[in-house]
């Protein structure tokens, strides 16, 4: 129904005054009932520019017209009746009449000043009162150009409200007869009467409306500050109980129409449903869907398709890839209950806005037995495709969200500006930029606790009973459809609530932080340039910043443990996958496009390297091998070498992560290390064992194989103790754990490489390390996992610690325990097969695209740099940037980093030092190699006679048959090698010279040679069998060694792997000095190869005698006197004078003219030289002969010490037969002499004796004299 009434004015539609009475009736009130009612609706129909048409078609209209008649007498002086003092009568009654199946068909003529109108402001509207007058002010013109209304039936009308109920009577009786007599008449004429009649009436009605209201009422002074929420929404009462000012600020249309809203959309029926249900969110559901309170969105909602990997990488993995989401279904729209409030302001702040909507089932009602749940359902298609893709799924699944009870609790703070809301032109009145515009934000700061909106409260409240269900429309893993039951144990486990929660507290912390808020202000700002009535889009930029992303510690909580458990939920799903699955056979890996005579046959390294099988069978061995642990532990020998090489005492390998992470949203993530657990566990280790010409099986386990993840984690959250510590943000320590048990892994490759390529690869190549792995790839071809298979004994951990609070570590802890429980088995039994079937697939997907990368154009092994043709500099080839340039070098990385990074590896591991002051290369190559050589660590033992020969000797009358015979040369403690050990070090200034030096007999062993000597003899009167062992003991033994190597640069480049053990190589890209014909330097002295100093000492040498079957005593007192004090003072002094004279022999200009020779004979020699020739047997030099050095260095040497050795044993021996032979003969001569002859004999030996001794007193021999060299004195008879 609707009232229309107007108390200010007194309506009056009729008046009469004659000579009886006068009389006025007026219009008190029209009422009209059956406005809802209306059959057909078709209104604002375009006929003309400014011409629309209506059509209305209603059932019924019922009018009730109040008015009110007022008689008294005559006041006229030539009245019949002189009443003056009579009051006057006033009757009010109503004129009630009703029209049935109107149609009311009418077309208005409206030309609205687009201008005037759009310049109306907002603040002028706000006033009932002054609606029609803004409106109305902005008409030009108005008028009905068309009104006809039919109806089909009349009600007779009746009058009430008489002051006599007879006349009550009378009128209607008179007025129905009257009404049935003409209403056939009334009807037809109705149309042509409202036409021609009612038209002009209601056109000339509104031209005096027009004319008397069309003025809009200015609006009132601009208002300081923001508005009032409470003022603005609630009525003038309700605003003032609220601690509004209750003066009505902002007019009474919003207050009015918030009336209206809660009246007829916000009350709630006896079970609570709200009438906007019925109103609203229903018939608009059901346009959309054809549902009442569905709404569906068929086809693709999102679509992330990748039709075709580009990135060949990611080819190994599929070729293409689709995530869609589709068909949303929404239903339980329809479900809105009380409480729901929408912008209730709130009572203790001007700018704050309470909102609620709750959504879903009441209390006590199941999800079963109700239908207004909210739900939510789509389809989600995970497509991987690909022909080799071991990944390939097309799963396309229906997944569905059930919430029966939702409630979304939110409080807004805006700061609306007045002046601007009052303001506001209704041109405007569609642009959201310029409402945004009213939201007030600083125009200097820009921070964002000025934004003119921020979201003080946050919150989704959700009934615990929500479900998940899903289930498969179409899925290539059949084992998705018992996804339903994870989603049960995912249930049980309240990891669907526990996500839930997490997630509602991310998105409500970033509605209210920072972040937001400075967006917000960003946009208001933004706005305020763009809205046309501000006038600010031609201003300059402000120079504002706005808060950038930061990250609550709540968020990354919450990650952390949405990343732990999620991880447990894929590897769930893809156990169920693979559960129950056989293993494949191994695949055969086919070989195209080249003779098996160009591979290398993998069972025969022999025919690459000389030593290549010999090394591989002495690796294997070792490695699997069961040895004796620097511990005392008996362990793999694989063990062994990793504990000596990279392993921690806890038998960790701690590997340092390069890349420091980042800092992004108040979040800075450290990478620290990535350990590796287990590796000191090897069971097994069976590698390289070949199957076959081009394959090899490995078969590896371990009692324990994990990996550990150590990083530093910190967020900027003003909330915590970090930011308050003096503002010091303390990475906190983050640990992920895998740790498996009892792992196995056998697997077998096939490789294919190609013999020439490989053997033909330049050095210049590979210098970087970053070309190594597309250099090897260029050689193969083929490769590939034929089998691998991998299982395990037990999962023992898999943990997050340090950072996350203990409740979250408590849930993570409870899920991962769950998740052992039920799934641990299942997990383990699939691990084989997952490996198998997908592993493997992949892995070889990967190979493939390196090999088929390094045999495409560009991608293939890079040729070596030709731009450099200098002298290779060791301080930028062996050094950093930074060292490098602190010895004066480029630190260009023009040589790559391979010689950077293996320099660097060598350093660090020959410095480590143990208690004993030795280098750790003693444990790691010579206790190795010493062992397998001689089964004693440390030594080298050469057994059998090195060296025999027999001659005669006849000197002062002895003649004897002498033969001497060296066997049993050993070498001991050569794992005394102290510590620092200098090796290949670039010299500041330099870059062509090398430093080097190393200490043997370091510690509590010396550095010993030695071996056994056999000397016998036989002659006149003399026969002689000795067998010795003699033994050379150094101690502390330095070397110091300078050597000038010019390397050419691109012969450096262009050298190949094949001759990289090649000595000749190695001098053929050296500069090649002139010699003359005698083969002597011609030039400059330091070029080529230099040996520019040498020095060697030891601190102590110590010579010994074992007699093992002596037939001489004197033997016995020489090995007294060398091991006394003055002995080894003497043997030391003596060793010490031997290495100078050694070291002066090498510094010499014949050592110089050996090196000088065999770099001119150098390139003939290197079979990769364009000089070569095979049958070159050497440079021809006037009057001078080669001089062949020995294949066997370790015999050259030997032999040296040896003839050295011998030589003084046979000196000793010689001596000792000559002076007994001479005093036997003497003694024979005695006996011939008288008594007097010997007498005199004697006398003069006493006086001879005494002489000597007078001599001994005030002069020194010339053994004994410090002046004469001990070399000399030990050759004076």
């Excluded at 007779?156 to 009550?168: A, C, N, S, V, W």
């Excluded at 305020?528 to 504002?544: D, K, T």
């Excluded at 108040?666 to 069976?686: H, I, M, P, Q, R």
């Excluded at 330091?1086 to 060697?1096: C, F, H, N, P, S």
Aim: aromatic share 8%; hydrophobic share 45%; proline share 3%.
């Amino acid at each position: 129904s609707g009232f229309f009434s107007d108390e200010n004015s007194n309506n009056i539609i009729f008046e009469g005054h004659d000579k009886l009475t006068e009389t006025t009736m007026s219009l008190v009130s029209i009422r009209v009932q059956g406005l809802d009612t209306f059959k057909e609706l078709d209104l604002l129909n375009v006929v003309g520019n400014y011409t629309v048409r209506n059509l209305l078609k209603m059932e019924r209209l019922t009018f009730f017209i109040e008015l009110e008649a007022t008689m008294m007498a005559s006041s006229l002086s030539s009245s019949f009746i002189d009443a003056s003092n009579a009051k006057p009568i006033t009757e009010v009654f109503t004129i009630a009449f009703t029209a049935n199946d109107i149609e009311i068909d009418f077309t208005i003529l409206l030309a609205l000043n687009e201008m005037t109108l759009g310049t109306i402001q907002l603040g002028s509207m706000l006033h009932t009162t002054n609606i029609l007058p803004c409106l109305f002010s902005a008409i030009d013109k108005a008028s009905f150009t068309g009104l006809a209304l039919t109806v089909t039936d009349l009600v007779p009308p009746t009058m009430t409200g008489f002051l006599d109920r007879g006349i009550d009577q009378i009128m209607s009786s008179g007025a129905t007869a009257l009404f049935n007599m003409y209403e056939k008449a009334m009807i037809r004429a109705m149309p042509n009467f409202f036409q021609l009649f009612v038209r002009d009436v209601i056109n000339d009605y509104i031209d005096g409306v027009v004319s008397l209201l069309g003025k809009c009422p200015d609006t009132k002074p601009p208002m300081s500050g923001f508005v009032d929420f409470r003022d603005l929404f609630l009525d003038p009462d309700d605003a003032l109980a609220s601690g509004g000012s209750g003066d009505a600020p902002y007019g009474n249309v919003i207050p009015w129409i918030m009336d209206i809203i809660d009246d007829q959309l916000f009350s709630a029926d006896e079970s609570g449903q709200l009438s906007v249900n019925e109103l609203m969110v229903r018939p608009l559901t059901k346009s959309q869907s054809g549902i009442e309170g569905s709404l569906h969105f068929n086809g693709t909602l999102i679509d992330l398709n990748k039709r075709q990997v580009t990135h060949k990488i990611w080819t190994s993995f599929a070729d293409n890839l689709r995530l869609r989401l589709s068909d949303l279904h929404l239903s339980g729209l329809d479900s809105m209950r009380v409480p729901t409030e929408i912008l209730s302001p709130k009572s203790s702040s001007a700018h704050t806005l309470e909102n609620k909507i709750s959504i879903g089932v009441t209390e006590n009602v199941s999800i079963t037995d109700n239908s207004d749940s909210l739900r939510a359902s789509f389809g989600f298609e995970l497509l991987v495709g690909g022909e080799n893709s071991p990944l390939a799924m097309n799963n396309l699944m229906d997944l569905e969200l059930i919430v029966p009870s939702l409630d979304i609790l939110a409080m807004l703070r805006a700061t609306v500006e007045v002046d601007r809301l009052m303001k506001f032109p209704l041109k405007d009145i569609t642009n959201v930029d310029c409402w945004i515009s009213t939201l007030w934000s600083s125009k200097n700061s820009g921070i964002e606790s000025d934004a003119g909106v921020a979201i003080e409260y946050l919150n989704m409240v959700l009934d615990d009973g929500m479900m998940v269900n899903a289930s498969c429309i179409s899925c290539t893993n059949q084992m998705l459809n018992q996804f339903n039951s994870v989603l049960s144990f995912l249930e049980d486990q309240e990891w669907i609530s526990n996500i839930r929660s997490r997630a509602i507290l991310i998105g409500s912390q970033l509605a209210r932080g920072e972040w937001v808020q400075g967006m917000i202000a960003k946009q208001i700002d933004s706005s305020s340039r763009r809205c046309p009535h501000l006038n600010f889009e031609n201003s300059m930029p402000l120079a504002q910043k706005y808060q950038k992303f930061e990250t609550t510690r709540e968020m990354v909580d919450g990650v952390l443990y949405g990343g732990m458990t999620l991880v447990q939920v894929i590897a769930i799903v893809m156990a169920q996958k693979h559960t129950g699955v056989d293993l494949p056979p191994p695949v055969d890996i086919v070989v195209s496009g080249a003779d098996k005579t160009e591979l290398i046959d993998l069972t025969d390294l022999g025919s690459i390297l000389s030593w290549g099988d010999m090394v591989l069978d002495e690796a294997r061995t070792y490695l699997g091998g069961v040895v004796e642990s620097k511990r005392g532990e008996q362990v793999l020998g694989i063990t062994n070498l990793l504990q000596s090489l990279i392993l921690d005492d806890d038998g960790l390998l701690k590997i340092p992560i390069i890349d420091k992470g980042f800092i992004a949203g108040g979040v800075e993530l450290s990478l620290y290390n990535v350990t590796l657990v287990g590796l000191d566990s090897f069971a097994k280790f069976e590698v390289l064992k070949t199957s076959g010409p081009q394959a090899f099986g490995n078969i590896i386990r371990l009692d324990k194989l994990g990996v550990t993840l150590r990083m530093g984690l910190s967020v900027e959250d003003p909330n915590t103790e970090q930011l308050r510590r003096l503002n010091t943000n303390k990475l906190e320590t983050i640990t992920v754990s895998l740790i498996f048990k009892d792992v196995e892994i056998d697997t077998s490759v096939m490789l294919a490489l190609d013999r020439e390529l490989m053997r033909s690869m330049k050095l210049g190549s590979i210098l970087s390390i970053d070309n190594i792995s597309s250099c090897l790839f260029s050689t193969i071809h083929a490769i590939g996992i034929q089998k691998l298979v991998m299982t395990l004994g037990n999962i023992d951990e898999f943990s997050i610690a340090g950072f996350v609070s203990a409740a979250t570590q408590q849930e993570i802890d409870d899920f991962t325990a769950a998740v052992f429980t039920n799934y641990k088995p299942m997990i383990i039994e699939s691990l084989p097969a997952f490996t198998a079937t997908v592993v493997r697939p992949l892995l070889n997907n990967v190979l493939q695209y390196f090999m088929e990368k390094a045999k495409r154009e560009g991608g293939a092994c890079r040729e070596p740099d030709e731009s450099l043709t200098g002298i290779v500099d060791f301080r930028d080839l062996f050094l950093s940037q930074s060292k490098s340039v602190a010895l004066l070098g480029s630190g260009l990385p023009k040589y790559g980093d391979l010689f950077r990074v293996l320099h660097s590896f060598i350093d660090d591991v020959i410095s480590a030092t143990n208690d004993l002051g030795q280098s750790n290369i003693n444990d790691l190559i010579i206790s190795k190699l010493t062992d397998n050589q001689s089964n004693s660590t440390g030594a080298l033992f050469f057994p059998g006679k090195l060296f025999g020969q027999e001659f005669d000797i006849a000197l002062n009358g002895l003649n004897a048959a002498v033969e001497i015979a060296v066997s049993d040369v050993r070498l001991s403690s050569l794992d005394s090698i102290g510590a620092p050990i200098r090796l290949l070090q670039p010299v500041e200034g330099e870059a062509s010279i090398l430093n080097n030096s190393v200490s043997v007999g370091v510690g509590p062993d010396a550095l010993r040679v030695s071996f056994k000597l056999f000397v016998a003899g036989e002659g006149d009167d003399v026969k002689i069998s000795n067998e010795l062992e003699l033994g050379l003991s150094l101690k502390n033994l330095s070397v110091i060694l300078e050597l000038l190597a010019e390397i050419e640069e691109q012969a450096f480049f262009s050298f190949p792997i094949k001759d990289i053990l090649d000595f000749n190589c190695w001098m053929a890209t050296m500069p090649t000095p002139f010699i003359d014909k005698f083969g002597i330097r011609i030039g400059s002295p330091d070029t080529g190869l230099v040996l520019r100093k040498i020095a060697m000492a030891a601190a102590e040498a110590r010579l010994d005698v074992n007699c093992i079957s002596c037939s001489s005593s004197v033997l016995l007192d020489i090995s007294t006197y060398l091991s006394s004090d003055d002995g080894v003072t003497d043997t030391t002094d003596v060793a010490n004078r031997i290495f100078d004279y050694g070291t002066k022999l090498l510094r010499s200009q014949l050592v110089q003219d050996q090196f000088d020779r065999m770099l001119n004979e150098a390139e003939m020699k290197c079979p990769h030289s364009a000089n070569y020739n095979a049958n070159f047997a050497g440079l021809k030099f006037d009057e001078m002969d080669a001089i062949e050095s020995s294949e066997d260095a370790y015999g050259f040497l030997i032999a040296i010490i040896s003839v050295v050795a011998v030589c003084a044993v046979v000196v000793v021996l010689v001596y000792v037969a000559v002076n007994w032979v001479s005093r036997r003969r003497h003694n024979r001569w005695v006996g011939t002499l008288t008594r007097a002859q010997k007498l005199q004999l004697v006398r003069e030996q006493r006086e001879e004796t005494e002489r000597e001794k007078d001599l001994n007193k005030i002069m020194k021999s010339l053994f004994c004299s410090a002046e004469v060299p001990i070399s000399l004195r030990l050759l004076i008879p």
